[in-house]
């Protein structure tokens, strides 16, 4: 990682995996790993800072900029011990704290952490879930885990980008699900 973090945290392999199921996040603009760099990851960095929140020794994972104009202001940080999230207040969950995720709230708007001492944590990040849920696990996994999950993910359709709309769908649709064009 650029200039942040103890280097070699996580293993290889899990490395791997990260970068291999970035492939498959829907959204473009999620950032992994060492492309983790920019002017909205630099403004979240400073208000981490300004938090006090101890991520200077952890490895960054996931960084998802949650503002409109790229400012950083709100967003989601993962590294390979914490989970930081900034949007209308701060929250940090400890990656090894989290027994569970789910899609909560009244219209499936919300992720809810439920921790190991029971308490929940509900965040309005339902979109993200997939690539949440997956990262985490693969956080929380050993090696023998990760190359499970890897096994997984292989077997998973690929994504495609659609001929009319350039969007990003899975491979196995007959349609574009935003503009309707025949995928084959």
Known sequence: MKGVGVMNQLSQKKKDLIAGVYVNF??????VLDGISGDAFEGFKGILTKRNAPF?????????????FGGGEEG????DKHFYY?????????????????????????????????QSVSLWLAKFFGEIKTIIEILQSDDEVAIEIEAKEKSLPVQVQCLGCKA????NQNFCEYCRSPVS
């Open 26 to 31: 829907k959204d473009r603009r999620i950032l």
């Open 56 to 68: 200077e020794n952890e490895e960054v994972v996931f960084f998802k900029d949650l503002t409109w």
């Open 86 to 118: 900034y949007q209308w207040g701060f929250k940090q969950i400890a990656i090894a704290d989290i027994a569970q995720l789910r899609v909560g709230g009244w219209f499936d708007e919300n992720i809810v952490f439920v921790l190991k001492n029971g």
């Open 76 to 79: 989601i940080l993962i590294t």
């Open 168 to 171: 990003i769908i899975r491979a």
